[in-house]
């Protein structure tokens, strides 16, 4: 365990990275857990209104990203300092991107449909970062042979056909394939080959005089949507909590 540890996470430098997403992730989730206790009326929690107006946690979480992150950059991949940095850096990460939708928006929109972006965002940021830890970093390790570093030239090589293959996965619609494919190729491969989403760009521009090809599209996004959209919904009110329920419009009297 000690070897694995120190070849994995010591020498690459991937401790302050490690710390990064544990507070990261505990951050978001502590962070959920006191904002659902206070939509709840539940416990001493309370927003933050001074002078009528709320201050939302992103406020605090981007002077902690950007005060974690500049003093990371300075302190480098080791010591003390930089695992210091490094939490600090996950903190305000975690309470920016638990309102990522806020912003995307700009409205307050936590609570609502829009606010399940919130959710995806980290989920998303924390799995890319996990599999980056659970890696290795190429010109992170020390004495590197000739034969290593014609390895890497190869693993270069392969980092641009992958890139590629993002791209088309991204113009194709499937977002959430081409940023795992950063760090998967295999899966930025399977969105590159199959259809593109309706909407997307591809679509529009090579699917528009290919009917057959549009309806195909149009019948796997309709199976994909319905087969996943449950469950999605479920996972995302688990951990970010359900939104609030928009009530109906009364039935107009005829």
Same mark, same amino acid.
């Given at each position: 365990?000690?070897?694995?540890?120190?070849?994995? $996470?010591?020498?690459?430098?991937?401790? %302050?990275?490690?710390?990064?997403?544990?507070?990261?992730?505990?951050?978001?989730?502590?962070?959920?857990?006191?904002?659902?206790? $206070?939509?709840?009326?539940?416990?001493?929690?309370?927003?933050?209104?001074?002078?009528?107006?709320?201050?939302?946690?992103?406020?605090?979480?981007?002077?902690?990203?950007?005060?974690?992150?500049?003093?990371?950059?300075?302190?480098?991949?080791?010591?003390?300092?930089?695992?210091?940095?490094?939490?600090?850096?996950?903190?305000?990460?975690?309470?920016?991107?638990?309102?990522?939708?806020?912003? !995307?928006?700009?409205?307050?929109?936590?609570?609502?449909?829009?606010? @399940?972006?919130?959710?995806?965002?980290?989920? /998303?940021?924390?799995? !890319?970062?996990?599999?980056?830890?659970?890696?290795?970093?190429?010109?992170?390790?020390?004495?590197?042979?000739?034969?290593?570093?014609?390895?890497?030239?190869?693993?270069?090589?392969?980092?641009?056909?992958?890139?590629?293959?993002?791209?088309?996965?991204?113009?194709?619609?499937?977002?959430?394939?081409?940023? /795992?494919?950063?760090?998967?190729?295999?899966?930025?491969?399977?969105?590159?080959?199959? /259809?593109?989403?309706?909407?997307?760009?591809?679509?529009?521009?090579?699917?528009?005089?290919?009917?057959?090809? @549009?309806?195909?599209?149009?019948?796997?996004?309709?199976?994909?949507?319905?087969?996943?959209?449950?469950?999605?919904?479920?996972?995302?009110? !688990?951990?970010?909590?359900?939104?609030?329920?928009? %009530? !109906?419009?009364?039935?107009?009297?005829?």
């Amino acid at each position: 365990m000690g070897h694995w540890w120190h070849e994995n $996470i010591a020498e690459p430098g991937k401790l %302050p990275l490690l710390l990064a997403l544990a507070a990261f992730v505990l951050t978001f989730a502590i962070t959920r857990t006191i904002t659902r206790m $206070i939509r709840a009326g539940k416990g001493p929690f309370r927003n933050i209104t001074p002078g009528g107006m709320h201050i939302h946690h992103v406020v605090p979480g981007v002077v902690l990203a950007v005060v974690g992150g500049f003093g990371a950059v300075a302190s480098g991949r080791h010591g003390v300092a930089a695992g210091i940095f490094a939490v600090i850096f996950g903190v305000g990460a975690g309470l920016v991107l638990d309102e990522f939708a806020l912003i !995307l928006h700009l409205d307050d929109v936590y609570w609502t449909e829009e606010g @399940r972006q919130s959710v995806e965002v980290v989920v /998303l940021t924390a799995s !890319l970062v996990l599999l980056v830890l659970a890696g290795f970093s190429p010109l992170g390790v020390d004495d590197v042979s000739d034969e290593e570093q014609q390895g890497r030239l190869g693993l270069i090589a392969t980092y641009v056909i992958n890139f590629c293959f993002v791209l088309i996965s991204l113009f194709k619609g499937k977002l959430r394939m081409a940023v /795992l494919g950063t760090l998967v190729p295999f899966v930025a491969l399977v969105g590159a080959i199959r /259809l593109a989403r309706p909407a997307s760009p591809w679509a529009r521009r090579f699917y528009r005089h290919r009917h057959r090809t @549009r309806s195909r599209a149009m019948l796997r996004a309709y199976h994909h949507d319905v087969r996943w959209a449950g469950p999605r919904r479920k996972f995302q009110d !688990l951990i970010g909590g359900a939104p609030d329920r928009v %009530p !109906l419009p009364p039935a107009r009297k005829s």
